[in-house]
């Protein structure tokens, strides 16, 4: 065994040991050999091994090659959930339209199913092989899966075999999905860590546009094609616009550079197994974390079918407060990110999470009290307001929580799994508890669990990660 290869084992060896005891040893190439920096914490550190790119140009490629495969992503649920109905009679046609639906409904739920397997391979390869090549892996599975919904044949043209490959359509994409937030998260940060929460929040500010886009193309076929030809191919329309997104975002991501705290540090050889031998609790813990952002995330994708059938609302009030709450979401998380930057994550979560528990019970009460357009605005918005704080300071906080060897499989797992958990089913459970309450105010229920879920393992990273979390 020649004397490098000593030295490196014997480095790695120390660097296992001081992430068990909560540091982290740096270790630095110095001409051809290994130097060892003080030990540091497990938290993401701001002192980057190579300056990031620096300049509004810069920032903004930045932001663009990394937040666009998760706004792709929100896009593609809200076109699949806005045209639900549709794809219904296109693909799973039976004699009892409720079936049909509901098979479709279930056809977007199996998606989320696959996220937590996408988790586990993507997440284990944007920590071996580099953010970089999971992030242009995870945006080429997605446009595939993307290019599959818009060509598809239609029942009637394939039969069985159609349905079985939007299924297969749906697969690809969730798996696809599973690894593009934290990847992307880590890719930001990691290049910005001088302003990790600013950087880190564009994350659900481009799904706030991806929303205006989904229901404006949503709201402008609906009223201008007739049901017939929205049925015969306008459907398609929306699957194309996000079809044409995902190769300039593979084309943006191919030419970007690795991150520079990946790039300076050891590989890792086994990120999941150290993730569930050593930092399990800091996994369970992030699940809880991000219980809050998912369930109000998609209690807010509920809300227009809630006015709708509980509160009796038209459909074009319903979805223009679905707007005006996307709009505000795009512009407000990046402040956010800012105001976080300045005083740290865990306490504008912590404030937040006890807001969404304080006030989502009142703000049900009025609005069922007085159904009108500018009730339900403000209440949406409120939400929506609250929700960008927590959720802008999201990423940032997630990826202080894991260190550079495991940042992406723990964020990618925790998040991954937490979003079908407490996400993917808030919509049938906020109806379910009105079905068996009867009670209009149910959903408030679940979001004030949601957030008691944050809030308490918000305290508990805080007590386990002193030095990490501010």
């Not at 299924?167 to 302003?195: I, K, M, N």
């Not at 979805?319 to 996307?326: C, Q």
């Not at 009108?372 to 918005?381: E, I, K, P, R, Y």
């Not at 679940?446 to 990660?465: E, H, N």
């Amino acid at each position: 065994m020649t004397e490098s290869v000593r030295t490196c084992e014997a480095a790695n060896a120390v660097a296992r040991r001081g992430f068990k005891n909560g540091t982290r040893t740096l270790y630095l190439r110095v001409g051809g050999s290994l130097r060892a920096s003080e030990p540091q914490s497990t938290a993401m550190t701001t002192t980057a091994e190579t300056a990031p790119a620096r300049g509004a140009g810069a920032a903004t490629k930045l932001i663009f090659a990394s937040s666009l495969g998760n706004a792709l992503e929100f896009y593609e649920i809200l076109v699949y959930g806005y045209f639900a109905v549709v794809i219904a009679k296109v693909f799973f046609p039976t004699a009892d339209q409720t079936v049909s639906l509901l098979v479709t409904l279930g056809s977007f739920g199996i998606s989320f199913l696959a996220r937590p397997v996408g988790a586990i391979f993507l997440g284990d390869y944007g920590d071996r092989k580099g953010r970089k090549n999971a992030l242009t892996l995870s945006i080429l599975l997605m446009t595939i899966g993307t290019g599959l919904m818009t060509i598809m044949p239609s029942y009637n043209t394939l039969g069985i075999a159609a349905p079985i490959l939007v299924l297969c359509a749906r697969l690809l994409q969730g798996f696809s999905v599973g690894g593009e937030f934290a990847s992307s998260t880590a890719f930001l940060v990691e290049h910005r860590p001088d302003r990790a929460g600013f950087f880190g929040s564009w994350q659900w500010s481009s799904q706030g546009l991806a929303g205006l886009i989904a229901t404006g193309l949503a709201v402008l076929l609906t009223s201008t094609m007739s049901a017939d030809d929205l049925q015969a191919w306008g459907w398609r329309i929306p699957f194309a616009v996000g079809l044409l997104i995902g190769p300039l975002g593979f084309y943006i991501r191919s030419n970007m550079d690795e991150t520079p705290a990946f790039a300076g540090s050891a590989p890792a050889h086994a990120p999941l197994r150290e993730l569930f031998t050593d930092q399990w609790d800091r996994l369970l813990l992030t699940i809880g974390v991000v219980a809050a952002s998912t369930g109000s995330q998609y209690i807010l994708v509920y809300m227009p079918t809630y006015a709708i059938r509980e509160l009796h609302l038209p459909s074009t009030l319903a979805f223009t407060a679905a707007v005006v709450a996307a709009a505000l979401q795009t512009v407000a998380v990046p402040f956010a990110g800012i105001f976080v930057d300045r005083v740290g994550q865990s306490r504008v979560m912590m404030a937040a999470a006890a807001l969404f528990a304080l006030t989502a019970f009142p703000a049900f009460v009025i609005l069922a009290a007085h159904p009108s357009l500018w009730v339900l605005m403000a209440m949406v918005c409120w939400i929506t307001l609250l929700k960008s704080f927590f959720s802008g300071a999201l990423p940032s906080l997630m990826a202080k929580i894991f260190p550079v060897q495991t940042r992406v499989s723990g964020m990618a797992l925790s998040y991954n799994i937490s979003v079908p958990l407490f996400g993917g089913f808030a919509p049938l459970i906020a109806q379910g508890l009105i079905e068996l309450t009867g009670s209009k105010l149910s959903p408030s229920f679940y979001l004030i669990g949601t957030a008691l879920v944050s809030l308490a393992a918000l305290i508990a990273l805080r007590a386990r990660l002193r030095d990490g979390i501010p």
